[in-house]
Structures are given as structure tokens and as C-alpha cells.
């Protein structure tokens, strides 16, 4: 189950960026929401899609104003700067006692106790899908297989990456960019992912997106694109370095295969953070994927490559029709 927790909390992160501008711009929700018009006053639950006591989540499905819509809660990381505040203000009720031993419930100010949440409205099937706990297969894809299978399967499907050209075109979240490289061969963009909350550094992750359209993922790579892989790797580091004072031996760089969004990009990721989809069976890092491509321009062509799969994604069905799994 490691490998679908991976994936699901993974992929929360991933679509809560694409779904913010996807969803948000065709939701009739006012820009400037106070609490008094909070979208979820009016929200009716229907089912728990998947909970997690120790990612301290949890996926609801529901309507909003009768339409489909899946609500995200996240409890925010406690962080250093707020301890001394929340230990001489937060109220304590003794739960139980035993010689040395104490526990307590401690409820902090309101301002200290934050939830994240990530409303999506209009919610689609295949958000619903997402984000309900799965079976998760580990699927092994050699070149052959990606041409036959994933590469067709891919170009049938209308994967809408707009919310990627929102923010190249500086339509959406702009005032997020931490760093621009606007060449249009090995330029990109570096800003948070939305995961991150920007409070700490304990758990820094920022995704950077390539402003070339042609590249949808490892797959694409030959040895003609490390320059841009090379760029972004050194502008990269150097950009966290100077914002965020994090060296580049404390980062992790990383792509995703599969990954969510068919949109070449790179994820950063402080390396003490156990970050969701970091796992062997998905994540490729950045510095071996250069040296894979120094040694042979073809390698991401011809070679097989793991992934994990859940058990309703439509993928997964084309490798069984073919006798893959």
C-alpha cells in the first residue's frame, strides 16, 4: 500500500495546483471570499473518500450549491516560531496521569490550529475517483509497451494542461513564480507547490515547469534536452539557495513517471521531507536522469520503467487487455 499512498497523497498535491485554476475559474465563487462567504458553509457531505490519521488529511465528496464538488482538509505542521505562543496560551484539559506520565488535550488560539483546505467544484467523476482509496499495482513498461500501450492510450485522452499554460503566460499565480529562466528552449519557471505552505523549510517543495509544450514526460527526453535539464537543475538550486538559504546538498530534484500532468517538470523538495511520490517506484532524480542521457540519448526511448497504478485508472485496463499484468 506504500506505493498507492504515494501516489494518492501525490496526486493531491499535483491537482490541488492544476485544480485551483481549473476548478476555481469555473466555479461562481467570489474572488475575495471572506469567512462569511465561505464555499463550504453550505456544503453537504455525502461520502469519506479516504482519511489518514497519520498524514492528518482527509477527502470528503459532497455538493455545493447541487454540484459535485470533493473538499481536501489538511492539518498545517506545528511550526518552531509559534511554540513559545502556544505554549503560554493555549488551554490544557488533563486527559490522564500516571507518575511521571501526563497526557493532555491542548487547544491552541484559533490562528494556531489552521486547516488547510482544497475545495474543487465542479468536482468530475474522475476527481471523485482520485482521490477514493485504491487497490495499486506496480507496473513495469518497457519501450515497446510505451509505444504500444501508454504512448496511444495518452494521445487519445484529452488531458487538459491549461492551468500549466495559465501560469507560463502569467494568467494565474504569478505573484507565486519564485524564479524565471524566459528562454524558450531551456527556460522554465520555479514556484511552491501548493502542498507546501511557505511557513517552514523543514518540508520546501517547489515544482519547476518547462516552458517548452513538446516534452509531456521522461519519456520525451534525449540527450538534446540536457541543456535544459542541466539549466534547470543549476538555476534551480541557485534560485532556492538565494530565496530560501537551503544548499543544494539539502535538495532533492526529481521527476515523476508516471507523472500526473503531461507537462515536463521537475519537483524540489527539501531532502529531510519525506515528500509523497519520492519512492523508488516513481520518482527518477534529476541527476541521474542526466547521466542516463550522457551515456545513451535514447534511454528514456528504449529502456523499461516501473510505475504504480491504481485500480481504476484506465491505463492499468490497456496493460491487461494486452496480457501486461
Known sequence: MAASQERDSSELEREAKRLKTDSCDSCDFPKNESAR?????????????????????????????????????????????????????????????????????LQPPSHLNEIKTTVICPATEKHVKKYLRQETFLIE???????????????????????????????????????????????????????????????????????????????SLTSEDLPLLRNIREKGQEAIQERYGVPACKLRAFLHYQPSYYHLHVHFTSLDYE?????????HLLSDVIQNLEADSAYYWSRSLSFPLRADDALLLKFREAGKL
Open 141 to 219: 513498461e518497457s519501450g515497446d509497451d510505451y509505444r504500444n500501450i501508454t504512448l496511444p492510450y495518452i494521445s487519445s485522452k484529452s488531458f487538459s494542461v491549461q492551468w500549466v499554460h495559465n501560469i507560463l503566460e502569467k494568467r494565474a499565480e504569478a505573484d507565486r513564480i519564485v524564479f524565471e529562466d524566459p528562454d524558450a528552449h531551456v527556460g522554465f519557471v520555479l514556484l511552491p507547490d501548493f502542498k507546501w505552505d511557505q511557513k517552514q523549510l523543514d518540508d520546501l517543495y517547489l515544482i519547476a515547469i518547462v516552458h517548452r509544450r513538446d516534452l509531456k514526460s521522461l519519456r
Open 37 to 105: 462567504e465561505s464555499p463550504i458553509s453550505g456544503f453537504e457531505t455525502r461520502r469519506i473518500l479516504r482519511d489518514s490519521a497519520r498524514e492528518k488529511n482527509i477527502f470528503v465528496h459532497g455538493k455545493i450549491d447541487d454540484q459535485e464538488a470533493v473538499v481536501i482538509l489538511e492539518k498545517t505542521p506545528i511550526r518552531q516560531d509559534t511554540l513559545p505562543e502556544m505554549f503560554k496560551t493555549s488551554t490544557l484539559r488533563l486527559e490522564m496521569r500516571n507518575d511521571i506520565y501526563s497526557t493532555y488535550n
Open 275 to 283: 515528500a509523497p511520490g519520492c519512492g523508488v517506484e516513481r520518482a
